[in-house]
């Protein structure tokens, strides 16, 4: 039936992240937005790519209430294999681009969607491989100066200056990178009955 603008349920968005509240926001629909608590402290010996993938799907889980669908995400950058965190402050940032200097950083970016109604849930990662620049320490400096990208992990923000800093992007999804991947998501509210682009409910009555 297409007789509503409005989704088939209320759509949350399980993050505090302003990054991911503005990603969202670009597809034009109504939504809401709930902080998850949920411990992200790994299991002994998880690998990132399992974390980001666990903690998606708990963060919706976590605020997910009758009538709902939410969305989770969480992302985990590694280099070598080992966990690279939000730096917080400019001498870890500039640590983390000096090591990042010439080299690949991978970010592995999980999606989570939950329909509390109906007990279904969608969780899925999208890999996104990032090549850096070789970086003069007077690059890093200018850029750390420029754009403080000190709650980004790997402090970089490639929605900004911070793509000058890179050779190459290789991923599915440029969104995946900023935090929220949003073709996949887009395909799952279509294959769940509602289309994005029209804006209203396709599933039947």
């Known amino acids: 039936m297409h007789h509503t603008n409005a989704p088939p349920r209320r759509l949350q968005l399980a993050s505090s992240s302003p990054y991911r509240r503005e990603l969202l926001s670009r597809l034009r629909i109504p939504f809401e937005v709930v902080a998850p608590n949920v411990d992200e402290t790994p ?24 009538g709902t669908w939410t969305i989770g995400s969480d992302q985990v950058a590694t280099l070598d294999g080992l966990p690279i965190g939000k730096p917080g402050h400019h001498e ?16 592995y970016t999980a999606l989570a969607l939950v329909d509390f109604d109906r007990g279904l849930s969608r969780v899925e990662r999208i890999d996104t491989r990032v090549r850096f620049k070789v970086l ?28 000058a800093l890179l050779e190459s992007i290789e991923g599915d999804d440029p969104t995946a990178l900023i935090g929220l991947p949003l073709i996949r998501l887009s395909s799952w509210l279509r294959e769940w009955g509602w289309n994005p682009l029209l804006g209203i409910s396709q599933e039947s009555p």
């Open 136 to 163: 003069s320490a007077e690059e890093i400096e200018a850029y750390l100066l420029a754009e403080q990208p000190y709650d980004c992990a790997g402090s970089a923000k490639c929605e900004g200056l911070g793509i």
């Open 43 to 66: 299991y002994p010996g998880e690998l990132p790519t399992a974390l980001s993938a666990r903690l998606a799907l708990a963060k919706a889980q976590a605020v997910a209430s009758p």
């Open 92 to 107: 870890a940032a500039r640590l983390q681009l000096q090591a990042s200097s010439g080299r690949t950083v991978h970010f």
